[in-house]
């Protein structure tokens, strides 16, 4: 079983900064890859970022140049820095593990993250 908790979310004007942190415990198994959802009022679960256990990142092209996602490999930490942050990345964003290769997910609860003046 895998814990996720997700921290760091809130309130922020228009071009300001956020980092969001994910505290994964439990069974980590070591070939894995962590990532960052995000779920808009009325829209589907988007991907934002994610990063392999190989360290190889991959990112949603709305954020690209915006966001830097990386990892704690120590203990288990998951981190998304989100910079010149729009009212358009209003969401609630959720930390993903996702196992290989037996392909199981983890999926934490939320935090919320609102850009607005």
């Known amino acids: 079983q895998v814990q996720l908790v997700e921290s760091g979310g809130g309130l922020v004007q228009p071009g300001g900064s956020l980092r969001l942190s994910c505290a994964a415990s439990?069974?980590?198994?070591?070939?894995?890859?962590m990532g960052w959802y995000r779920q808009a009022p009325g829209k589907q679960r988007e991907l934002v970022a994610t990063?392999?256990?190989?360290?190889?990142?991959n990112y949603a092209d709305s954020v690209k140049g915006r966001f830097t996602i990386s990892r704690a490999y120590a203990n288990n930490m998951v981190y998304l820095q989100m910079n010149s942050l729009k009212p358009e990345d209003t969401a609630v964003y959720v930390c993903?593990?996702?196992?290989?290769?037996?392909?199981?997910?983890?999926w934490g609860k939320g935090t919320l993250v609102t850009v607005s003046s």
């Open positions: 990063i392999s256990s190989g360290g190889t990142t």
């Open positions: 439990g069974s980590i198994f070591s070939s894995n890859v």
């Open positions: 993903n593990v996702h196992f290989l290769p037996s392909g199981i997910n983890y």
